[in-house]
């Protein structure tokens, strides 16, 4: 197992374009979280899953922002109509529910709008 | 409801000198532990945990962290710093949703 992967690394978007990104978690996990870090800040909680259902959105910044988990394996972050404050870091991480284990994270991607 | 705080942003130090990197917590259930490291544009490794047991925990690269649940922190130390161990801190608190929440972070600068 490689671990857990991002899609893109990198992405440079112009504000008001749609953008989404990919997670695929470590393949046993059922949790899977997703994270904003902005400079100089600790990773901050947007939503997570178990397997398909998605147990909190409250935390997702607006209603330009959604995220899905179709089969309980990938998932995806939408952001529509990017803006400039939307530029940022955006983690995500899986990990076990009910287990002894910490969240094991991507490497993250990186957002710019311009 | 769960949060954690890291006081110092910065923390500079020289090569081979000891640190501490500061972590408080609250929390109002079962207190489940972490720190984590971040070198620049990765994401975040564990580097140790707290789930129970020994209030004593150590990493395999020379850091330990000690719960201290009257003081309600889990502080970060390690005896003898290399220029490797450039990088930011991270505190994380877990709660019984398994839900984590973070700290703002200590980056640490080690010099020469």
């Known amino acids: 197992d490689t671990g857990v992967s991002q899609d893109p690394r990198h992405k440079i978007t112009k504000r008001g374009q749609n953008v989404t990104f990919r997670c695929d978690p470590i393949s046993e996990h059922n949790r899977l979280y997703w994270y904003r870090q902005t400079l100089g800040q600790g990773p901050e909680f947007l939503t997570y899953f178990q397997n398909e259902a998605q147990l909190e959105k409250s935390r997702l910044l607006s209603d330009r922002f959604s995220a899905e988990r179709p089969k309980g394996s990938f998932s995806t972050l939408e952001i529509q109509r990017t803006e400039q404050g939307d530029s940022a870091m955006y983690l995500c991480a899986s990990g076990i529910w009910g287990g002894n284990t910490e969240a094991f994270f991507g490497q993250g991607t990186r957002l710019t709008v311009v | 409801a769960q949060s954690v705080t890291q006081l110092d942003s910065q923390v500079p130090v020289f090569e081979e000198a000891p640190v501490e990197l500061r972590c408080n917590y609250s929390s109002s259930v079962s207190v489940y532990l972490f720190w984590y490291v971040q070198y620049p544009n990765q994401g975040l490794q564990l580097l140790l945990k707290?789930?129970?047991?020994?209030?004593l925990v150590e990493s395999i690269n020379g850091f330990e962290a000690e719960f201290n649940k009257s003081q309600t922190s889990f502080h970060l130390r390690k005896p003898s710093v290399h220029i490797s161990d450039t990088a930011e801190y991270f505190c994380a608190v877990r709660d019984n949703f398994n839900k984590f929440y973070f700290g703002s972070g200590t980056k640490l600068n080690v010099k020469p």
């Open positions: 707290y789930l129970s047991g020994s209030t």
